[in-house]
């Protein structure tokens, strides 16, 4: 996980609406084995196998969050937007953590960061979906963080000070590309890519959850127009409505492990020295590497992104460098083209070439 950044899991997030869920799912189950009317086994049956499931995963998909700590404050996100900002100049930050049962069975952590403003008004903010590590690790980086803020803060007043001791401290990197310079540096805007997978992730699953019950119910209803509406096929019902569910879960499921794939994928530093490339914390010797592919500069094919692989002793390595279109919702990296002339040059030295990576 990227450093500074932390969000919340599916699988656990999905858990925990699940054990939630149970309780109208409960009460479903028990109209349809209770009641002998038609209509109302109906009306049970399609919110048991259809409406509480999507609400779930649409409940899902809004509880899961990200949270990122600068050097001056705390961020939370939803759906890749901000919706709050905590300044450490504000707030001072620490943990409660409380547990849930449900029907005595099921225990459930429910982890907050608690949140205490300059007049000592306490606010707990629900981490959905955090593991133990990643909650334990966002309140590191806060702690530390928020150290050195004060530790800047109290030694400089001076604005412009404060923000060069905050760049320092981040090791930010001014982009650039000269093969006159011994190290070439890269500055990828790897937050507004993943922002735009969490958009094209969240549309995916969001049309699964509406697209797949609806075709469920058209077919349904091509096989039963004419059929006699009774109890027993109405309980014969539930079966179908479970391997929907069941679907529905399956296809957002991979939908979410390719969105974490490429998020993985998505580099933030690459330097480039006259016998190195090192993206991110990983360091490639020019004479370890066997090949190096990229999507050509000029490649116009419907292929959605840019991407460069590296092949080197006993591994292989790919990232994704922005979209290849630069139509509305996908981001096109202005300096790619620099980067791939930086790259083929590194290999030049080599006596090889970068390789069109088109498929």
């Given at each position: ?75 939370f996100f939803r759906f890749g937007r901000s919706y ?171 939908q979410w492990l390719l969105f974490r794939k490429r ?51 006993g591994q292989s390595i790919e990232y994704i460098l ?38």
């Amino acid at each position: 996980m990227e450093k500074g950044t932390y969000r919340s899991s599916f699988v656990k997030t999905f858990l925990w609406v699940l054990l939630i869920s149970l309780v109208p799912e409960s009460a479903c189950f028990g109209v349809i084995a209770t009641t002998r009317q038609s209509d109302q086994q109906s009306i049970a049956i399609v919110v048991a196998a259809v409406v509480i499931p999507v609400i779930s995963i649409l409940c899902t998909l809004f509880f899961m969050i990200t949270i990122r700590v600068s050097n001056r404050d705390v961020q939370f996100f939803r759906f890749g937007r901000s919706y709050r900002t905590l300044p450490f100049e504000k707030y001072t930050f620490s943990e409660y953590v409380y547990k849930l049962t449900i029907n005595s069975i099921f225990p459930i952590s429910i982890r907050n960061l608690r949140v205490t403003n300059s007049t000592g008004v306490i606010h707990d903010y629900l981490c959905y979906g955090f593991s133990v590590k990643t909650f334990d690790s966002l309140l590191d980086e806060i702690t530390e963080r928020n150290d050195y803020f004060w530790s800047v803060s109290g030694d400089r007043r001076d604005p412009a000070g404060l923000d060069s001791e905050f760049e320092s401290f981040e090791n930010n990197e001014i982009e650039s590309y000269n093969p006159a310079f011994r190290i070439n540096v890269f500055s990828f805007p790897r937050d507004t890519l993943h922002k735009i997978l969490v958009q094209h992730f969240i549309a995916a699953a969001v049309l699964s959850v509406l697209l797949i019950p609806i075709l469920a119910l058209v077919v349904g209803c091509v096989f039963l127009w004419d059929a006699i509406w009774t109890y027993e096929l109405f309980y014969s019902l539930i079966a179908p409505g479970g391997v929907v569910l069941i679907i529905i879960i399956i296809a957002v499921f991979f939908q979410w492990l390719l969105f974490r794939k490429r998020s993985k994928q998505i580099p933030r530093t690459i330097r480039i020295t006259d016998n190195t490339l090192q993206i991110d914390d990983r360091v490639f010797s020019i004479g370890d590497i066997h090949i190096i592919k990229m999507t050509p500069v000029n490649y116009v094919e419907h292929r959605a992104y840019r991407k460069l692989r590296i092949e080197s002793a006993g591994q292989s390595i790919e990232y994704i460098l922005g979209h290849i279109g630069n139509q509305r919702g996908f981001f096109r990296y202005p300096q790619y083209e620099s980067l791939y002339t930086a790259i083929d040059d590194l290999m030049l030295k080599a006596g090889k070439n970068v390789v069109a990576y088109t498929f």
